[in-house]
């Protein structure tokens, strides 16, 4: 499945979470199409990507471990569904929105949370959140300076 695709059913889904544990496991699944997602970039995608591509992997990497990985089947791991990137800027875009859309999420948890492991765990997880939508906005920029220096020449 496209990477795009596989955003908007993680959007749909952190939507349609009711509970901490929901939220928690659709952060989970978030970071780990983060992650999915700069590991492709970092092999095959734009050369001036592929150094915060791979930083990106690194810093969702980390966001699943602060989180714990959930109890799912290989068929609802949406990352492992990934099969193509397509538009590289719309993938993008749409990442960094779900990613800020999963740190406001978290902070809810957090807000809400009654014993202080949860609130850690969530304040972790939404700072490596926001890195990681930090890499994704990088990214957007540098493929922004590469059209600019393509409609210049």
Known sequence: MDAVRLISA???ALMGSADAPGIMT????AQALAQAIGSRLAVSGP???RGEALGLT????RGCGVL???????????????????DARVALLDL??????VGIALVGIACAASDEGTYWQCME?????????????????RLAVRDQG???G
């Not at 700072?127 to 990088?138: F, H, I, K, P």
């Open 10 to 12: 993680s959007r749909c």
């Open 26 to 29: 659709e952060a989970w699944q």
């Open 47 to 49: 050369p001036e990507l």
């Open 58 to 61: 690194e810093l969702a990497g």
């Open 68 to 86: 714990g990985a959930p109890v799912l089947d290989v068929g609802r791991l949406r990352a492992a569904q990934l099969t193509e990137l397509g």
């Open 96 to 101: 960094g929105g779900l990613l800020g859309e």
């Open 125 to 141: 997880a939404i700072d490596a959140a926001d890195e990681s939508r930090d890499r994704v906005l990088e990214m957007l920029r």
């Open 150 to 152: 393509a409609a210049a």
